[in-house]
């Protein structure tokens, strides 16, 4: 029990001495280069092609840079659903979604299982995915046809909870996604 104590005591330590300035530029060079190596092309053209794109996010925060999505795919034309962070919810939407939509999936950490029982009901009908996560295997990203990923910062920001988790690259990736699409709208 000390070692576990100790142990938490001293990631709770590593975590408030975190730089979060250099964490921040590391994140944000993460998802700029990772999403400099993928093959966007593929994604573009799903996006063009989709009738309807659903987002779906696990968590407040995700939510927030869903609806975010929602605002910047809107203004490029296309036609976003920006679902609650409520499986039942994802349940409904898929009975809905043609194999032409898309489907994005926002997760922390990739293995919800409800989550994964959901996404093989898309993946079984043919539906595109597409998913946001961290770097780090994960369930979800193998499940779906698309990935773009990022970094997070952990900050101890109050006395009330030992870290807050920062999805700086998460934003960076949605700003990103949407001004490639936009370009890639008017080079086809």
């Avoid at 696990?58 to 605002?71: A, M, N, P």
């Avoid at 994005?104 to 299982?113: E, F, H, L, P, W």
């Avoid at 698309?146 to 101890?156: C, G, R, T």
């Amino acid at each position: 029990m000390k070692f576990v104590l100790r142990e938490e005591q001293s990631t709770v330590e590593a975590a408030t001495e975190t730089n979060y300035l250099e964490a921040t530029t590391q994140a944000v060079t993460n998802a700029t280069q990772q999403f400099q190596s993928v093959k966007m092309n593929g994604i573009y053209e799903s996006l063009d092609k989709a009738d309807d794109i659903y987002i779906y996010s696990t968590g407040w925060e995700q939510e927030i840079i869903s609806e975010q999505l929602q605002r910047n795919f809107f203004l490029a034309g296309k036609k976003v659903y920006s679902l609650p962070a409520a499986v039942d919810e994802l349940e409904m939407a898929l009975q809905r979604m043609k194999p032409d939509d898309l489907l994005m999936v926002i997760s922390y950490s990739g293995n919800n299982k409800q989550l994964l029982k959901s996404m093989r009901h898309a993946v079984v009908r043919g539906i595109s995915t597409l998913s946001f996560t961290p770097f780090k295997q994960n369930a979800l990203a193998e499940m779906c046809k698309y990935n773009l990923y990022y970094s997070v910062v952990e900050k101890k920001v109050s006395d009330i909870k030992n870290v807050e988790i920062f999805f700086t690259g998460l934003y960076v990736l949605n700003d990103l996604l949407v001004m490639g699409y936009s370009d890639y709208l008017k080079n086809k």
